[in-house]
């Protein structure tokens, strides 16, 4: 019988390949303050600092390449023979550079764009300004197409239907302190019937969710992963 799989990451598994995280020493949020680039009103207040946030990270995407975390992913969805889901907190697209298909971005996407009239996103990878004007509607501007604190994340009932229906769920590189990312582990827990994996550099706010905890960085934790994975 063929096993379904659910992945989350978070920014943890893109730290080797050069992006900063958020908590860890040195992470966005030792930097800048979350109400002021990562939530509506912070737009509101000053769209040119928020537009510079975003824009300096959609930049660096050119700088960086997927690390053997990430092409292990592509690996392991390559030849998963139950049904795979990989969800990311990560709005970043190593991801899909390392050749994972189908990667539900819970909190947006760094290289997206999304009229603030009709909603509607598209394909962007330059930088965005206050004054970038909408294709979709005459009158209207552009906003990065990233997921605000007070707003609700992308695609949730397409990803509660797969954790009511996941054998195993693992955990790779995100500190659990957000929501509703961080209670995806619970929910599978209450479940019952459901093998939980983290993957950490260290112990996170969820670890006592999980069956299993492997401490180490993700480059090395989940080839290994893998090895573990396709004996079940
Ligand atoms: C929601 C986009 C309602 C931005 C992000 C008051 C008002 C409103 C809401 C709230 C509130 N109080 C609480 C909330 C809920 C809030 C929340 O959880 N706040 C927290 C701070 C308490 N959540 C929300 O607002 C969410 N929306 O609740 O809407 C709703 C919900 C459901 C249904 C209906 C209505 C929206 C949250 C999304 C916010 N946007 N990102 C951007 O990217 O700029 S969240 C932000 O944190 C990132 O996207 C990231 O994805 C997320 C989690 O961070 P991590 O990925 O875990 O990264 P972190 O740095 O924390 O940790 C890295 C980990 O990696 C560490 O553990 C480290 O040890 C490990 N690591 C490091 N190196 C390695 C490694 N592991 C392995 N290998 C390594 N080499």
């Given at each position: 019988m063929h096993k379904n799989i659910v992945i989350l990451t978070g920014a943890g598994i893109s730290a080797e390949s050069?992006?900063?995280?958020?908590?860890?020493?040195?992470?966005?949020?030792?930097?800048?303050?979350?109400?002021?680039?990562?939530?509506?009103?912070?737009?509101?207040?000053?769209?040119?600092?928020?537009?510079?946030?975003?824009?300096?990270?959609?930049?660096?995407?050119?700088?960086?390449?997927?690390?053997?975390?990430?092409?292990?992913?592509?690996k392991l969805e390559k030849h998963w023979q139950g049904d795979f889901t990989l969800i990311t907190q990560n709005v970043d697209d190593l991801h899909e550079r390392a050749g994972s298909q189908n990667v539900i971005h819970m909190h947006g996407e760094l290289k997206k764009a999304r009229c603030l009239k009709?909603?509607?996103?598209?394909?962007?990878?330059?930088?965005?300004?206050?004054?970038?004007?909408?294709?979709?509607?005459?009158?209207?501007?552009l906003r990065p197409h990233i997921v605000w604190f007070g707003?609700?994340?992308?695609?949730?009932?397409?990803?509660?239907?797969?954790?009511?229906?996941?054998?195993?769920?693992?955990?790779?590189?995100?500190?659990?302190?957000?929501?509703?990312?961080?209670?995806?582990?619970?929910?599978?827990?209450?479940?019952?019937?459901?093998?939980?994996?983290?993957?950490?550099?260290?112990?996170?706010?969820i670890s006592h969710f999980f069956d299993q905890q492997w401490t180490g960085k993700a480059t090395e934790k989940v080839p290994e992963l893998l090895n573990l994975l396709h004996k079940i």
């Open positions: 050069g992006l900063s995280t958020f908590r860890d020493n040195q992470g966005f949020w030792d930097e800048y303050a979350i109400e002021e680039v990562a939530t509506p009103e912070g737009f509101q207040k000053n769209p040119e600092m928020v537009h510079q946030f975003y824009n300096q990270r959609r930049a660096q995407l050119d700088s960086v390449t997927p690390n053997k975390a990430h092409h292990a992913l592509a009709t909603g509607k996103t598209l394909s962007w990878h330059e930088d965005l300004t206050p004054q970038t004007k909408s294709p979709f509607h005459p009158e209207a501007h707003e609700v994340p992308f695609q949730l009932d397409l990803i509660f239907h797969k954790l009511d229906h996941a054998d195993i769920f693992v955990s790779i590189g995100t500190s659990g302190q957000v929501h509703p990312a961080a209670g995806f582990v619970t929910h599978v827990y209450q479940k019952g019937q459901c093998q939980r994996i983290e993957i950490n550099t260290e112990e996170s706010e």
